[in-house]
């Protein structure tokens, strides 16, 4: 009988480290989001207001697992308010509905700077010699488990949703590409086939963007995206979320990819935009007679 209360005892305390977080996010699951913290979805996240319930309850649901997972500390004297961690979580999770997928589960710390912080960076030259050098960054997805952000960019793509410029949502296309293994601006599709039709058409559209970008022509995707496969992915993830009207009229095929990708269409929660003004043909003067 003492062998069978020990067996129990030891089955329960190796049992006990998994089985009590996950009764514990349970219980913080089950608790709505308070009236005040979806005031600031509302404000700061303005297409919020105009999701479909479900997806509403998705996103409050998904946030307060952000907020229970993660931890947000502040750089450079920076105090991380609840107005802050509830605007980035919000962006943050717009990029998960509709999946069946954890909340970014490589993910624990969320660094946060007053504005644009200055990253050291190692450049190799000619002979493999390395010269330590800064730059200055906005934001920043690292593969170890952090995103830096600067809070003054945030605050900037929330208060225009149309610009196609979004920060955390940039931040966070990284952090989903790396799910794949590495960014490489191939994320984990599932299903193997969906691979090649991807490769395809956003191969095709990095190129063009690399060509336009080289001769500064104007794009509805931006030129930061031409500097590899994996910034691509990142500011067509900005464009989808903020400009989805222009990259479904001049990138049809890669809206669709990533229609298929997101699992939902974000001109839904938002009205077209206005059609550009009509052309003013020229006027010709001439300073003298035939």
């Not at 793509?157 to 590409?177: K, M, P, R, S």
């Not at 691509?232 to 990259?247: G, I, S």
Request: negative net charge.
């Amino acid at each position: 009988m003492e062998a069978l209360i020990w067996i129990g005892l030891t089955a329960l305390a190796i049992a006990l480290p998994f089985a009590y977080p996950r009764w514990r996010l349970r219980r913080i699951l089950a608790r709505p989001l308070p009236p005040e913290a979806e005031q600031v979805l509302l404000r700061n996240i303005p297409v919020y207001r105009n999701m479909s319930v479900d997806l509403q309850q998705q996103l409050r649901r998904m946030v307060v697992r952000f907020l229970h997972e993660k931890k947000f500390i502040g750089c450079e004297g920076l105090e991380v308010t609840d107005e802050m961690a509830l605007t980035i979580a919000g962006q943050a999770c717009l990029l998960l509905l509709n999946r069946p997928s954890k909340v970014y589960p490589a993910l624990h710390t969320i660094l946060v700077y007053p504005g644009a912080f200055v990253a050291q960076r190692h450049q190799t030259g000619p002979g493999g010699v390395v010269t330590p050098g800064h730059q200055t960054m906005l934001g920043e997805s690292w593969d170890d488990g952090r995103v830096v952000l600067s809070w003054d960019d945030v605050r900037r793509g929330a208060g225009d949703w149309t610009d196609g410029h979004n920060i955390v949502l940039h931040e966070f296309a990284h952090q989903l590409d790396s799910e794949s293994g590495r960014a490489n601006g191939a994320p984990y599709l599932g299903n193997p086939a969906s691979y090649r039709e991807w490769s395809a058409v956003l191969s095709r559209d990095f190129q063009d963007l690399r060509l336009r970008a080289m001769y500064r022509q104007e794009t509805v995707l931006d030129h930061y995206g031409a500097t590899n496969p994996a910034e691509f992915f990142a500011v067509a993830t900005e464009t989808f979320f903020e400009k989805p009207y222009q990259m479904a009229e001049h990138h049809g095929e890669l809206y669709a990819e990533f229609l298929k990708y997101y699992r939902v269409d974000p001109r839904e929660w938002m009205a077209p935009p206005p059609p550009p003004p009509p052309a003013v043909p020229p006027s010709y003067a001439f300073a003298g007679g035939w």
